[in-house]
Structures are given as C-alpha cells and as structure tokens.
C-alpha cells in the first residue's frame, strides 16, 4: 500500500518548483528581441553613437553620426580610420586612447572632428571599452556630442569680457557696482584714488563707508530719487573717505542697472581734489582782492569825507565871513560871495554822495537793511518813473561784514543796470534771512535781453563787467547767482549767500 505526502509536510510544502530552462529556440529568440531593441534605440537615438576597433577604424556609426560628420552614407565612413580622417588632430586621438589604457571610460572628452567637406567641428565625447568573452579590450564605443555653437559663444563671450576688462582695468576713471549697498566689482582705479593696493581691499564692504559723513543724506536724497525714476542730476560733486580717513573730492555719476541678475548701482567717478584746492585758491583771491578792493573805497571815502569835506567847511565859513564883511552897498561882491558859497556847497554835496557810493557810513554803522533803504529811496527819489518796492524778513542780527558789502554792491548793479538798460516801471525787491543762507531777489519789468548759455547778455564783454563783477562777488563768498531774462518780460535775479563767510575758513 503507498502513503501520498500530506500537506503537513513541512518540508515538502515549502519546497518551490525550479524554473525549468529556455529551449534553445526561446533564447534565440530572446537574443534576437534585444538586439533588435537596442538596435532600434541605436539608430534613433539624437546623439552620434559610435563603435571603434583598438585602432580606431570606424566598425558602426548611427545616422545621428552619420550627419554630424556631414556624410551622406554610413558605408563611407565605416572602415574609416578616425586618427586620420576624423581627428582633425591625429594627437587627440593618440590622448583619446591613453586616458581609456588607464581607466575604462571617459565621461567628457573635448576635441575637434574633421567633417567630410573639411570643415572643423568641436565635440565632447564619452567612451567606453568594448570586451570580448576572454575580458580582452577589442575596442570602444561611445557618445559624440557637437559644442561647437557653445564653444563659438564662449570664444565671443571672453573676448568681450577682455574687451570691457581692458577697458575698465584701463580707465581713468574709478568704476564700481554696489548690490544692497555693498560693493560687488571696483577696478583698480577706484582703488588707487581711495588710496588701496587693490580692489580686494573694498569688494565686499558697505558704499556708505566710503562717503564723508556730511555727505551722505545728500547722496541718499539722489539714489532715492532715481529709484523712483525721479529726475536727478547725472552728475554732482560729493566727497569721499580715503583709506588713510583723509577727503577725496569725487565728480560722480551713478545709474541703476542689472548686474549679474541682481538691480544694482552702477557709477563711475573722477578725482577732482586737484580742481577743487585749484577753485579754492583762485576763490580765495578773488575774496582777497575784493577786501582789497573795498579797503581802498573805504580809505578814499575817508580822505574825501575827512581832508575835502573839513576843507570844504572852512572854505564855507570863510565866504561867509567874507560876505558878512562886505558893506552893504557893494552888492556885487556880496551876490558874487553867495554864488561861491553855494558852489562850495554843490560840491559839498557830491563828495557826500561819492563818499557814500564808495562806502557808506550806514553800512558800518546800521548794518545791510537800513543801508539798503537809505539807497532804495535815494535811487526812487532820482528815478521818479521807477516804483521800487523793498522787503526784508528775519533780520534779527548783523550779517558778518563781507557777507553785507556784497549784498550791497549788487543791490547798486542791479538798480544801475534798471536804470540804464531796462526801460521798467516796477522793481520788486525781497531780501530774506533764513539760516544758514540769506536770499536776495530782484525782480523788474523791463525789456529783458536774449540770455547766453551762462545767463548773461549776449556780448556781455563788450558792453560791462557790472554781471560778471556780480557773480565774482558771489563765487567768493560760495554762494550761487541765477539770473532769468526773457525778453519784454523782463529779468529775475536770484542770489543766495551763506549768512557768513567765515565758517569756510575755520
């Protein structure tokens, strides 16, 4: 009687029944299925694909290949030996096979390949070996890539980089780019004005640090303004910090722009120090020779006023003393005494009147608004057809005495020059203290005149100095002059002057 095994053998349960093998023909078949999978992805694949013998003989090329080299058929090139008819230098091929002697693949190799018309075409390669059964290497095969538009464009982008380095390297000119306020390029230049060895000494630190403090809120105000698209000027004068904390006077220019596809700042600047001193002293004499100027005025008003006028006065009490003594009944003599007594008095009067145009009492001893009155009503007396209308506000204190003669002298061209060339019926005058600047205008309703590119008359030197002589006065005293003419609507002119000369020299 035979036992059948029951299912609560346990080893005859678990046991699982081996995969019986491939007959022959199911392998064949299964080899067959693979290569023609493979070979489907070998011909249509994008990208050249190659297979090579140890010599580099070309065994297959897919028709991605087959273009690239600019051949019509694959048969034209296998066979072909790559050294001499692909490599466009036989060396790279020679380097091609030592790098696979060392190691079995080559992930990026960049050559240049030789196009069947003989144009040169650059590539990147990968490679691998090809074994037979025996673990022998019986060849390579691989991937070629064509680079030759990237490489044309990288060619073209170094020379323009060199280009625009050369040009920046060599500038006279600092140039700088700040992202966030922090410096991301500087060339040289810049760094040789602020006194650095080299631009690695500033890349990385804050802008700010290299603007003198009491310059900053002022260069603030301008990028703001061109942030917002704001009209700023395109260049201005501003001082900078020097490695050695000395001041640096810059003429600066700055732009937003993109840079590197961030927004940055993007300025270039000069050093005008040199300039500056330069202005400085020719500002300084011509403060100097207009104190000069105006001490000699007051010493002939004082001559005039002490040496003529006491003559004058004794010559004025002789005649009448003279005439007093003469009898009554030369009556003659005594009108001819009197007509001399008021010629002495005529004379009298106009050394008072040149004394007190060259320098008048007032102005030393009342200050600029009491003068100013005294000379406005003096003028509106001689000229009756002119209104001049006089206003000043907050002047609580003395100017400091150069700040006041200047005032003066142009209130005197301004109405000299109204009074011969403008042809007005009103004059508007307003002269306002408002720390730290006092501001004079001017306004008349005269003919005008056809203004220069300085604001000045045409021909200005050919009929007066009187303008120019008023913007020297201001330009030493650091203060600015802006004159408006149009003509038949008369002129503006606007001066604005610090309250005192003296904080630029302490």
């Keep these: 009687m035979s036992v059948k095994p029951t299912h609560n053998d346990p080893e005859k349960g678990l046991k699982k029944p081996e995969k019986e093998p491939l007959t022959g023909l199911e392998a064949e078949k299964n080899l067959e299925w693979s290569e023609k999978k493979f070979r489907h992805l070998f011909e249509h694949s994008p990208m050249a694909i190659y297979l090579t013998d140890l010599n580099g003989a070309v065994l297959d090329i897919n028709n991605a290949g087959v273009e690239l080299l600019g051949f019509s058929l694959r048969k034209d090139i296998i066979g072909l030996e790559s ?17 696979l002697e060392r190691k079995d693949s080559i992930n ?55 280009k625009y380095r050369t040009v920046v390297e060599t500038s006279l000119g600092a140039i700088y780019v700040h992202q966030d306020g922090v410096f991301t390029f500087a060339n040289q230049r810049l760094a040789e004005m602020l006194g650095y060895s080299g631009p690695e000494e500033i890349i990385g630190r804050y802008f700010w640090e290299f603007v003198h403090p009491e310059d900053r809120d002022m260069v603030k105000s301008r990028g703001l303004s061109r942030q917002r ?15 050695d904390s000395s001041d640096v006077w810059i003429e600066l220019r700055a732009t937003n722009a993109m840079y590197m596809g961030k927004p940055a700042v993007v300025g270039n600047f000069i050093d005008i120090t040199k300039r500056k001193r330069a202005e400085e002293e020719i500002r300084h004499l011509s403060r100097r020779l207009i104190e000069i100027t105006e001490e000699e005025k007051r010493m002939i008003a004082r001559d005039l006023h002490d040496e003529f006028g006491q003559a004058l006065t004794s010559l004025h009490f002789d005649l009448e003393a003279l005439e007093n003594s003469i009898p009554e009944g030369q009556k003659g003599q005594k009108q001819r005494c009197g007509l001399l007594i008021n010629q002495v008095e005529k004379l009298a009067d106009n050394i008072r009147k040149t004394t007190a145009h060259l320098r008048p009492d007032l102005l030393d001893h009342l200050g600029l608004v009491p003068t100013l009155e005294w000379y406005i009503n003096d003028f ?24 006041e003669i200047v005032l003066y002298r142009i209130l005197q061209e301004c109405l000299n020059n109204i009074s011969k060339h403008a042809k007005a019926k009103h004059v508007n005058i307003m002269l306002t203290y408002s720390y730290p600047k006092v501001i004079f205008i001017i306004k008349d309703d005269g003919v005008g005149y056809e203004q220069a590119d300085d604001g000045l008359p045409w021909g200005i030197l050919k009929e007066g100095i009187g303008l120019l002589s008023m913007r020297e006065r201001v330009a030493s005293l650091r203060g600015t002059i802006d004159i408006n003419s149009t003509l038949g609507r008369g002129t503006v002119i606007r001066v604005e002057l610090p309250w005192s000369s003296r904080i630029f020299d302490e």
């Design 229 to 243: 698209g704001d009209f700023t000027p395109r260049q201005y004068t501003v001082r900078g910090i020097k490695k």
């Design 380 to 403: 509106a007396a001689r000229r009756k057809e002119i209104e001049v209308n006089f206003q000043a506000v907050g002047f609580k204190k003395r100017l400091e005495s150069q700040t």
């Design 108 to 162: 990026e190799f960049e050559t240049q390949l030789r196009r069947q018309d003989g144009s040169i075409i650059d590539v990147q390669m990968t490679a691998a070996v090809r074994r037979n059964e025996s673990g022998h290497v019986v060849g390579y095969e691989g991937f070629i890539k064509d680079i030759t538009a990237h490489k044309k464009a990288e060619k073209e982008l170094r020379a323009s980089e060199e």
């Design 83 to 99: 050294k001499n008819f692909i490599y466009a230098d036989p060396e790279e091929r020679k380097r091609y096979q030592k790098i």
